[in-house]
Nanobody
């Protein structure tokens, strides 16, 4: 059974940083795409970043240059380093995994989801 558990969310001021983690069990992180998605109240879920390997990543335009996705395959853990946070980044952040061979940002292509971790950025 695949389980994804996110951690690292919290409240920060604009310009601050957070690092999200997603610990995976029952799933091998080294072959397929994993991603981070977010959903703000009243808005659709959107792809933030996805990764297959260090050389195969995708980012939403809104986070390019500020967020970095990475994986530690030895620890079966996915990360999202978020810098220069703005209030527009406030959302519930979800980790997702599936069987994709490319780093896709469309949420319905992923099979497994974590419960989410809240990120709140104040101005």
């Amino acid at each position: 059974q695949v389980q994804l558990v996110e951690s690292g969310g919290g409240s920060v001021q604009a310009g601050g940083s957070l690092r999200l983690s997603c610990a995976a069990s029952g799933y091998t992180t080294n072959r397929y795409s994993m991603g981070w998605f977010r959903q703000a109240p009243g808005k659709a879920r959107e792809g933030v970043a996805a990764i297959v390997s260090e050389s195969s990543t995708s980012y939403a335009d809104s986070v390019k240059g500020r967020f970095t996705i990475s994986k530690d395959n030895a620890k079966n853990t996915l990360y999202l380093q978020m810098n220069s946070l703005s209030p527009e980044d406030t959302a519930m952040y979800y980790c997702a995994a599936g069987w994709l061979l490319s780093p896709r940002l469309w949420w319905n292509e992923y099979n497994y989801w974590g419960q989410g971790t809240q990120v709140t950025v104040s101005s």
